[in-house]
């Protein structure tokens, strides 16, 4: 199965979860009167709008590159993912806290047992399509050979991190929910219930704020991780006939795409066929180490001999040394 593929299978595990639990939170917090239960299912309602972003930006993001894009049209994935975190923002936060402040001044049943059994079937549901991307992560982070936590700190896939987040955030929100129903019956008081809608309204907008921002970062060009840049200098400068990286720049163009664009000093007795050759090799070795497709370009600039310092670059433009 392909990381496209695998994507594609845990979105639509997640909307098809976030159906069900958006309808039976619902029907529960009409039922039982219960603000918290209500901003459950807004918090579910804006999910699936959600799983719809992003399965619309699986779709586009996988069209072949053209004239008018010629690194192909990945970045649809971050621009999908930005409309999500604005409809969690926007349906989900501030859906929960306007009904938190209206829970303030009314009572819920008495017996909120429809609620309960809703929490159950809601937190069944949701911990399947958490555990689906979980397992996902922790496969890609296999593959890639690195740790669960720095595969999500890392990953450029914001299409699955959104999913993560989501999940995470509902299963939070389902103990919120359930703490609120609970105090309510404890203490006869409306106010725990308008509290932890309340509550889920503000871990919203945290988690809204943290995916607009992840997605705004690559959208105006993120470099690789410092995991992947070690790898790349390493690859370019462990290769014969280049003496050494003097710049290098990377940007992901995608969840699957990376630019690496190198300024390098060439042995001075390497002929221009050779540099070839090794600018070839460089480019395969790259794209079986990395885990995106590598578009290489290497700059040769000139180097000037410093009496009593080290080599510098003639005429080169900022970037990251390697």
Request: proline share 4%; charged share 20%; aromatic share 4%.
């Amino acid at each position: 199965m392909t990381r496209n593929s695998a994507t594609r299978r845990t979105v639509l595990i997640a909307g098809a979860a976030n159906v069900l639990v958006g309808v039976v939170k619902l029907a529960a917090g009409i039922l039982v009167g219960s603000s918290a239960m209500l901003a459950e299912a807004a918090h579910s309602a804006a999910d699936t709008l959600n799983q719809g972003f992003l399965l619309a930006s699986l779709g586009r993001g996988e069209r072949p590159a053209d004239a008018r894009h010629p690194f192909g049209y990945g970045q649809e994935r971050y621009f999908w993912s930005l409309l999500a975190a604005f409809g969690i923002f926007i349906a989900g936060a501030g859906f929960s806290v306007f009904e938190g402040l209206l829970a303030l001044r009314h009572r819920g049943s008495d017996h909120p047992l429809i609620a309960y059994v809703a929490l159950a079937v809601a937190a069944l549901a949701e911990g399947t399509s958490l555990v689906r991307v979980l397992v996902q992560l922790r496969g890609e982070a296999r593959r890639d050979g690195t740790r669960l936590l720095d595969r999500v700190r890392t990953s450029a896939d914001t299409t699955v991190k959104t999913n993560l987040f989501e999940d995470s955030t509902a299963m939070i929100g389902l103990a919120l929910a359930a703490l609120g129903l609970v105090l309510r019956q404890v203490t006869g008081s409306p106010v725990w219930d308008g509290a932890a809608s309340m509550a889920i309204g503000v871990l919203l907008v945290v988690i809204a704020i943290r995916l607009g921002m992840d997605s705004r970062d690559f959208l105006i060009g993120r470099a690789a991780s410092d995991e992947t840049i070690e790898t790349i200098c390493a690859e370019i400068e462990n290769s014969p006939g280049i003496d050494a990286v003097l710049a290098l720049r990377t940007m992901h163009v995608g969840p699957d795409q990376l630019i690496v664009a190198a300024q390098v000093a060439f042995s001075d007795d390497i002929s221009a066929d050779r540099a070839e050759d090794v600018s070839d090799d460089i480019d395969r070795r790259l794209a079986d180490r990395l885990p995106q497709m590598p578009h290489v370009f290497l700059d040769p600039t000139q180097t000037t001999h410093e009496p009593h310092g080290p080599q510098t670059p003639s005429g080169a433009t900022s970037g990251r040394p390697c």
